[in-house]
């Protein structure tokens, strides 16, 4: 491990791997504070640059620095404008906007960025003991059980999907896994599906489908519906400091969200959103009586709570990505698709196969919660400007940026017209309230399913692979408990009443 | 009935074709050889096509209680929001798409933008035609020269 470490240090300290950083942080708190994009649409938009770059390392850093980036920027303007550009940030207008509204904007903006420091490096400390572990596990799985684990992943973000909502992210799963199976696939080298055109012979891109799932879809809703925001306390950002009783109160708080939102992050399909919400929740309910007034009407505990937990969530859920190769969350899924294009495959082996990028990911953490809290937090009230951007020229940018991401990826303009159509199809979808990151993980996951499903059933001659492999069959077990459990909607049908919002 | 149950049924129909597909077309053409395999191309397919279509009979049926929930964007009131220029977007970005390799990088991308302005309802040209243009040219500058991915930056009859 201390070898790796060392060999982390060595890349993530590289100047350009430094610049990848703080320019990724930067971008990401740029635009994650513009209302209605979220992680997902920047990181999509951000791909193409992220591949020609050519350098796994290099790349990851960069987007991982967005993607903590567009965190920290959504909490920005949550409590400034009390308008979350993130779902994983709405916890923290409760308090933050509050605060914001009482004068102390300055104030909320450094416990949000400590809270938000803490938890991430909190994060990346677990994440460093706990996925060599787990990988070490997962070495020992086969096919079979790589099949099985990728079934429990998918059930399970259709599991916490919510009240009502389960068959209708199953739904959406599936429907990711059939487009997933359009084009030639490598291990039958024959066409499916393609239904003659030469275009769908190699598969729909996954960068236009990732645009058309998140980035359009949101432009579009900021398009139909204007979002009229008080931006009166955005000028007056002024006295960044806490004091020592405060920093004392919130200590505890920060300490116990680290880990727990770590550990949220870990399941797939729970993520930022989920850890913020139940974050806020549990410290309301632990805190002293008189204290547990002061929440939702400006207390420094219940901002601090949902920033350190959606933070250490995030980090968290790298754990499944890089130790096992499965995303939990959209964004995760996304990056996924991102280091496949570079030719990295995530998963037990990235340890052995690539260390420096493993390491290197994670060295960037550390680094880039450090440039979040030095290097963005005086900036803020500067940044905070790009708030005053009038929607008439920040719409027309968000379209083409989506556009060229799509294009420039496969140099193709029929990949256009599909953006388009998917981006049509979407919003409907949205509108009636359907999930889109289980078709975005579906879809990615597809391909690598039906490879280990196949590969199994060619070992095994058929399905016998099941009950024969004692730990298939208990994962299996375990993805059918996942979709039937009623319990696990109950507890999102309590967070869905406080406002959960989907995905992050 | 509600929108998520007409979808349902359009995504049924889907998997209907899909499955249709799987199970009636795709084996005729398998090499003999392959028909020894206990796995065929058309396996994980005919697997999906019926888990989506129990899927999205649970949806259309209305299986699963569900709770009414107040969605960010009423569908039935469409036509209160903003929709007219949400078409007239859509409906740019399909003529960029089609315009994009014939008219050449520059001018179909500043064309866009400006467009794209217009219709929500810019109507200072002398800040939005400018600020369009050094967007292109920034944009086709990093992506041709730094990004290193050609982009034809004139019409096909500049010799662009």
New interface residues.
Partial sequence: MLEGLLIGLQTAFSLQNLLMVIGGCLIGTFIGMLPGLGPMSIIAIMI??AI?MGDPSAALILLAGVYYGAIFGGSTSSILLNAPGVAGTVASSFDGYPMAKQGKAGKALTIAAIASFAGGTVGALLLMIFAPALSSVALLFHSAEYFALMVVGLSAIAAFAG??????A??MT??G??MA?VGE?A??N?P??TMGIMDLQSGFGFITLAMAMFALPEA??L????RTTEDANSGEIKDLRITKAEAKSIAPVIGRQSIQGFFIGVLPGAGATIASFLGYAVERNIAPKEEQEQFGKGSIKGLAAPETANNAACTGSFVPLLTLGIPGSGTTAILLGALIALNVTPGPRLMIDEPQVFWAVIMSMFIGNLVLLILNLPLIPYIAKVLAV????L???I??FT??GA??GQ?N?TE??L??GF??CAT??R????PLAPLLIGFILGGML?DN??RS??L???IAFIWERPMTLGLLVIALILVALPSYRARR?KL?AAGVADGD | MALDRWIALILLGICMAYGYAAWFTMDGSLAPFMKRNPIWPSTFPKVLSLMGMVASLIILLGLEKSEAKEAEIDYRRLTEYKLGQAILLLGLMVAYALLLRPAGFIFSTSGFLIFGSFILGERKFHIMVPVSLAATFVVWYLVQEVLGIYLRPMPGFLGG
């Fill in positions: 193409p640059v020609s009240t009502g909502q389960v068959a209708k199953l739904m599936l429907l896994l059939m199976t696939g291990l039958f024959m499916r599906f579009l809703f398009v139909l519906k204007p009038p929607r008439n020229y719409i027309p940018f379209l083409f556009l060229m294009y420039i140099n303009a256009l017209l953006l388009v981006g049509v409907a979808l509108f009636a309230d359907y039906e499903f196949s059933m060619q095994y001659d058929g049908a869905r």
